[in-house]
């Protein structure tokens, strides 16, 4: 019967209740009962047979997000995070963040657990990535957020250290396919247990790009203003990208970016057509991506706006959002979308289109890999 044995059975119970003895009993119990009990029991094995046991590697800006986000969910069990620091400095970062306000849930930890309201989390401190004990914890997916682990090679250490599959944090080295959610996610395969979903600004860019297609470009020129990130100094500090040791906070900071590559991959006719540049901007949150584009043909602003409202709702919903409202880029702070493409911006110049879109690289970009997880929770 379907539920009788669960497609991992009791693993939510792991954590949550210590007593090696629970599985016996359930099925003790299941056995004892009449059939109404037994169906109103196996629905109850369903649900819990769906619980996507994770693990988190990296608990830096995205991995903390990440678990501030699914620590709540009860079709998701965090079994592990696995970062550098100690567990005090763990518990204060979660607790406690400058961009999205203090965690609204009790959280604590005794060196080796976090813990949350009722539920529990090996913490682990080790850098080796072959070291982590996935297999021995049962977990279906790494999401792999250090920023270390990004070719296959790497990744896969995951995957032979027992996890069944890796969604990295950014774009993968260009032996794992490229996926952006919305665009090209439904050509993913059960095969590929290593994915790469692109950065935040390939995230944002892909999108506006692709609805462009409906009339034709031959170039794009892309400039991402953003938020300083963790690869910059906060005070003048000796770098090998002179620029990136600058102070973050003080200057408006011009930065190399490997955007055009990921685009290059995700429209292989327009190879060589798109150069991109980001610059930093002293905000601790937020991007606006500033888009130059040669058009094929002439077409009004307000045409144009009219694709990304039409995209919004059909194939980019969720995905795309579109305002006329006057925002800055804080309006947009825990906003879910990858972009939020500004129509009062829009402006045409013969076949030269300016278009403007915000996103919140955090967490419009952890709503992706949450849409993710979903594809890879049907493959599990
Ligand atoms: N921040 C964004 O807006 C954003 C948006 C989209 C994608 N991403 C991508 O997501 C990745 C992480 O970015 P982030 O901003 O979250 O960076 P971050 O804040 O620097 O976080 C990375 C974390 O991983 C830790 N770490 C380093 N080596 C490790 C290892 N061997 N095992 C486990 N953990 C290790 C780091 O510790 P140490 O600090 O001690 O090195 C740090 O705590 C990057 O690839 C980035 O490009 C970032």
């Not at 059939?35 to 800006?61: E, H, K």
């Not at 965090?78 to 970062?83: F, L, M, W």
């Not at 996103?359 to 890879?376: A, H, K, L, P, Q």
């Amino acid at each position: 019967m379907k539920g009788l044995i669960p497609y991992r059975p009791y693993s939510h119970l792991t954590t949550h209740h210590s007593h090696p003895q629970v599985p016996q009993l359930l099925q003790n119990i299941y056995f004892a009962a009449g059939p109404v009990s037994q169906l109103l029991f196996t629905c109850n094995f369903d649900f819990y047979s769906s619980i996507m046991r994770i693990a988190i590697n990296g608990t830096g800006r995205i991995g903390r997000l990440l678990f501030r986000r699914l620590i709540t969910r009860e079709d998701i069990e965090i079994v592990a995070v696995n970062d550098i620091m100690n567990a005090d400095q763990l518990a204060y970062l979660l607790k406690y963040d400058s961009i999205y306000g203090p965690f609204r849930h009790k959280l604590d930890q005794d060196g080796k657990t976090l813990h949350v309201d009722n539920k529990s989390v090996s913490i682990l401190q080790q850098k080796d990535p072959s070291q982590l004990p996935w297999k021995a914890m049962g977990v279906d997916l790494v999401l792999e957020c250090s920023g270390r682990f990004t070719s296959k090679a790497l990744a896969h250490i995951h995957i032979e250290a027992g996890a069944k599959r890796v969604i990295l944090s950014t774009t993968g080295t260009p032996e794992i396919p490229l996926y952006i959610y919305g665009y090209n996610h439904p050509e993913i395969s059960d095969a590929e247990t290593i994915l790469s979903p692109g950065g935040c600004m390939t995230n944002c860019s892909t999108p506006v790009l692709d609805v462009l297609q409906q009339i034709g470009w031959e170039s794009a020129q892309l400039h991402i203003l953003h938020s300083y990130t963790s690869r910059q100094e906060l005070i003048d500090t000796a770098s090998k990208d002179f620029r990136r040791g600058r102070a973050a906070a003080e200057s408006i900071i011009p930065v190399e970016i490997d955007l055009f590559a990921s685009l290059d991959r995700l429209f292989p006719n327009h190879a060589g057509d798109i150069t991109t540049i980001s610059t930093r901007v002293p905000v601790a949150n937020g991007a606006l991506a500033d888009f130059t584009v040669l058009l094929k043909e002439k077409v009004s602003a307000r045409e144009i706006n009219e694709l990304f409202k039409s995209a919004a709702v059909n194939k980019y919903k969720n995905i795309i959002d579109y305002t006329e409202d006057p925002i800055v880029s804080l309006d947009v702070k825990e906003d879910t979308h990858s972009c939020i493409v500004d129509g009062s911006l829009t402006s045409v110049a013969g076949r030269q289109l300016k278009l403007f879109a915000f996103f919140d690289n955090e967490y419009g970009y952890t709503s992706r890999i949450i849409d993710w997880m979903e594809v890879y929770r049907g493959m599990l």
